[in-house]
């Protein structure tokens, strides 16, 4: 190797790092890989239905994309994203969501993540404190170790985040001289609890914002996918004090690969994030296929996504309820990916992984899910990349892999 040994190279990076990029270890989106998932019965990543991605009617999209934008739907774009998909997403979120919006309140990004990252690098130095909800999504968890900031988490409950525990939180940060950055709340089929958090909470989260003087990042992934019960309104449109982002994506709704999701949030926020995004513009060519294809078919996808993932989130239900173990209790999320599995106590879930692992199943053990690694006796099980029919025969070799680790530990099964 030109310039020395492979060793030598290593260690001359190790002194060329930056702090961030001295962390050590593999983040959980760095292990994400769709195709070797479809190998096993998959439970462990919130990966769209592979069979229900929209290829034909996004292939006629792009065909008009090209045909109405020949000059600029291959070109670079705006850095707060193209104008003639921030508006018809302005209009879906006005519809929908009942945000009421202007272009200099949004900013594309490429996915969810993307827009998390630039929050993260506006507001986040090392040993900031964010708060967020106990048990996370594992990426978030990631995306904040990296920055090195400090998260303090505010357990959950079945109505979603526990706004005495999340005032007591802030009082004791005031109490050190400590303002946390941003509060963090997934509203709607948390990731990975699957709970939603009730009207009357998401009001207090942002009262306690602004008596405290902190923000809101309000992460809504899941919005369009609910199979029961009424919609509610956005953390966002609750505001009264301009405290809150709301984060979104097309990810989960129109397809992934098209990594598109946006932020909405005040004017100023705004535009100090758009000088941090310096990629020459979001998914340009995406962008104006979304922008072509929104308006004629996202409200039947949509629906097609609710059959489908709905019939899928219902047979697990069934199945857990055959198959678990006594002692094992599981939420009933009304809408988007998953569904989180408590187990008894002398079950470690990640130590169980490799078991499961041999006999065609993969879940993501609940630890990582959590800022402090706890946990250990959860498991997300996410219903909606593998069949029905794996769905039905993944629980069911789940609940002998489980009743297996309980015999082994001496504990009726």
């Not at 462990?44 to 009617?57: H, K, Q, V, W």
């Not at 129109?254 to 020459?280: F, H, Q, S, Y």
Request: proline share 5%.
């Amino acid at each position: 190797m030109a310039g020395g040994t492979a060793t030598d190279v290593t260690e001359q990076l190790r002194e060329l790092l930056s702090v961030r990029g001295k962390g050590d270890g593999e983040t959980a989106a760095a292990a994400v890989d769709p195709r070797s998932s479809a190998e096993c019965i998959s439970f462990i990543y919130g990966f769209p239905d592979r069979a229900s991605l929209p290829n034909a009617s996004v292939a006629e999209a792009t065909q008009r994309a090209l045909a109405q934008n020949p000059e600029w739907a291959l070109q670079y774009g705006k850095t707060t994203g193209v104008p003639e998909f921030a508006d018809t997403l302005l209009a879906k979120l006005r519809r929908d969501q009942h945000i009421v919006a202007g272009p200099e309140n949004l900013i594309v990004t490429a996915g969810g993540s993307q827009a998390l990252q630039l929050v993260l690098d506006l507001l986040i130095d090392p040993g900031d404190v964010i708060i967020c909800e106990s048990p996370t999504w594992m990426g978030f968890i990631d995306a904040v170790k990296t920055v090195r900031g400090r998260l303090v988490d505010v357990p959950l409950d079945a109505d979603g985040l526990d706004v005495d525990a999340l005032e007591a939180r802030l009082r004791e940060l005031a109490a050190a001289g400590t303002r946390p950055k941003f509060i963090y709340v997934i509203s709607n089929f948390q990731n990975p609890s699957g709970i939603s958090t009730t009207v009357e909470r998401r009001k207090r989260i942002t009262e306690l914002a602004a008596e405290y003087g902190t923000l809101v990042l309000e992460d809504d992934a899941y919005h369009d996918l609910r199979y029961e019960g009424e919609h509610l309104p956005p953390i966002y449109t609750l505001d009264e004090h301009g405290h809150t982002m709301y984060l979104g994506t097309m990810s989960k709704i129109m397809g992934a690969g098209m990594r598109l999701g946006w932020l909405v949030a005040n004017e100023e926020i705004i535009r100090r994030l758009a000088r941090l995004k310096t990629d020459g513009g979001t998914s340009i060519f995406g962008s104006y296929v979304a922008a072509e294809w929104i308006p004629g078919q996202l409200d039947d996808h949509i629906a097609k996504l609710k059959e489908i993932y709905g019939r899928r989130r219902d047979l697990m239900l069934d199945a857990l309820a055959e198959h678990m173990p006594e002692g094992a209790t599981w939420t009933r999320p009304e809408g988007g990916f998953f569904v989180w599995l408590t187990l008894p106590e002398q079950i470690d879930a990640a130590k169980m992984r490799p078991q499961a692992r041999e006999r065609g199943i993969e879940y993501l053990p609940g630890g990582t899910c959590y800022a402090d690694g706890s946990g250990k006796n959860t498991i997300r099980l996410s219903f909606s990349f593998a069949t029905d029919d794996q769905i039905v025969e993944g629980i069911r070799i789940l609940g002998e892999v489980i009743r297996g680790e309980l015999l082994e530990a001496g504990t009726p099964a």
